[in-house]
């Protein structure tokens, strides 16, 4: 109802031109914002009459795409949108460098393959997505796009040398440092970086590390960093001697916890951090992180494997904390009284067989988070016997009735067609097989002695 309120009242005010099956639109009007839904017969011969001369903002679905006007008719559009068109063709943006007051250029999740060299003519433009397209290259005109803002890319796409002459960049996402040599030297020219994804991966030279610890200590204003490696040490990551105060988000995997990770880092709300290995001081550093909202924590490996992490023995810690999600094997870890007080939402992954034989049992004390409404759980039960699994469902599932805020548990159980048959219950099936094989034997021989019997 209210989307039908709002498409009538914009189509009244002449705010936006909609062509569906729905509502017929006045194309007597000047149109300043032109949306295509879908591919009906009569849209051909209305688009045939349309002037295009005023549209501002063309946007057009995936089932509409055949009906695509020429981009030679749109002399003054600032925004074309042709997300999700995957039947468009390289042909069908080959004016797009004429287009000089465009400012949005959205090309995600098409079919498209090559950007055209005049797209460095567009000098008004701002946004830029080729996310999840076939473009593998771009063309060395793009260094003139001065100020475009934010570039979203996939880590298959080759960066051209002069990056860093587009000094209005704030967005870059996601590039592959190895795939463009020296984006990692430029990098620290784009000083008005705020968002940055990049990935590690393929052929990899020591002085990439060199050349990023440099670049990266320069972006003063970075507020959002991703760092993803396959195959590639990021150790050089956790030595980065900086400070980034403006930083609210961060991703990575690293082997341990670095040392500018800490409460210095005041506007930091979002970690989503894979570790080979942590400690109990750790998680100190961690709660002392005045503002940390969100937390996610992927660990390989607890340093102490006879104790479990103990979160809660500081109350000062975790403030603000309102999601966590722990994934660890073993399921090391243990809130006591007091841990994370504001914790509402909590996620735990682990293997029942590596918990069970690190620790004999599944306790983590649950009941202690006194503002938690959900709980998620996830067991992988391979090579786990049933008891062992329903043992661990059991222990995870208490934790509604014990804890005074009876907080919602989801209990998920994965690879449970791997999972090992009980010791007991098996030698109890071979009991009864033999006793049912002997029961059989005896039927028959009684069988036997009976018709002996009746032929005598």
């Not at 149109?31 to 011969?45: A, D, F, G, W, Y």
């Not at 590390?209 to 003063?220: D, G, M, P, Q, Y």
């Not at 030698?427 to 009864?432: G, N, R, T, V, W």
Request: glycine content about 4%.
């Amino acid at each position: 109802m209210v989307l039908d309120l709002i498409t009538s009242l914009s189509i009244e005010e002449n705010f936006v031109t909609t062509l569906d099956s729905h509502q017929p639109s006045d194309l007597s009007k000047k149109i300043h914002r032109l949306s295509i839904q879908n591919n009906q017969e009569h849209h051909t011969m209305s688009l045939s009459m349309l002037s295009f001369s005023h549209v501002r903002s063309f946007i057009i679905f995936p089932s509409a795409t055949k009906l695509m006007p020429p981009l030679s008719r749109f002399q003054v559009v600032r925004v074309l949108d042709l997300e999700g068109c995957r039947d468009l063709e390289n042909h069908h943006i080959d004016g797009v460098g004429n287009l000089f007051h465009l400012r949005y250029l959205g090309l995600r999740d098409t079919n498209i393959t090559k950007i055209p060299k005049g797209v460095g003519n567009l000098y008004c433009l701002q946004t830029l997505d080729l996310s999840q397209s076939g473009i593998i290259d771009l063309p060395s005109t793009i260094v003139h796009l001065r100020k475009l803002v934010c570039l979203y890319i996939e880590t298959s796409v080759k960066l051209p040398d002069g990056i860093g002459a587009m000094k209005s960049l704030q967005v870059l996402s996601t590039v592959s440092v190895s795939n463009s040599p020296n984006f990692s030297k430029e990098l620290g020219y784009l000083s008005d970086m705020r968002v940055l994804k990049i990935f590690l991966s393929g052929t990899w030279d020591k002085n990439y590390e060199k050349h990023l610890l440099c670049s990266l200590c320069k972006l003063t204003k970075i507020k959002e960093i991703s760092i993803q490696s396959s195959g590639v040490p990021t150790k050089f990551i956790v030595d980065l001697g900086w400070t980034p105060h403006n930083l609210q988000y961060f991703f990575g995997n690293i082997p341990r916890l670095p040392e500018w990770m800490n409460s210095s880092l005041s506007e930091l709300s979002t970690l989503i951090i894979t570790l080979d290995k942590i400690q109990q001081e750790d998680l100190g550093t961690l709660g002392n992180i005045p503002f940390l909202n969100y937390l996610c924590v992927t660990v390989h490996k607890i340093k102490k494997a006879e104790e479990r992490l103990i979160i809660g023995t500081d109350h000062a810690n975790f403030n603000c904390l309102s999601e966590f999600h722990i994934h660890n094997d073993s399921l090391g870890i243990m809130f006591v009284e007091g841990a994370m007080p504001r914790l509402q939402t909590l996620e735990v992954t682990f293997q029942i067989r590596e918990a069970k034989d690190e620790y004999n049992n599944f306790e983590v004390g649950l009941e202690n988070l006194h503002s938690i409404k959900l709980v998620t759980i996830r067991m992988h039960c391979s090579g786990s016997s049933l008891v062992e699994v329903e043992e661990a469902d059991a222990a995870m599932r208490k934790t509604s009735h014990v804890n005074p805020k009876h907080p919602r548990v989801d209990v998920i159980r994965y690879y449970e067609d791997e999972m090992i048959e009980d010791e007991e219950k098996s030698q109890l099936d071979e009991e009864a097989f033999k006793e049912q094989e002997i029961n059989s034997m005896v039927v028959f021989y009684h069988k036997q002695d009976d018709y002996c019997e009746t032929e005598v």
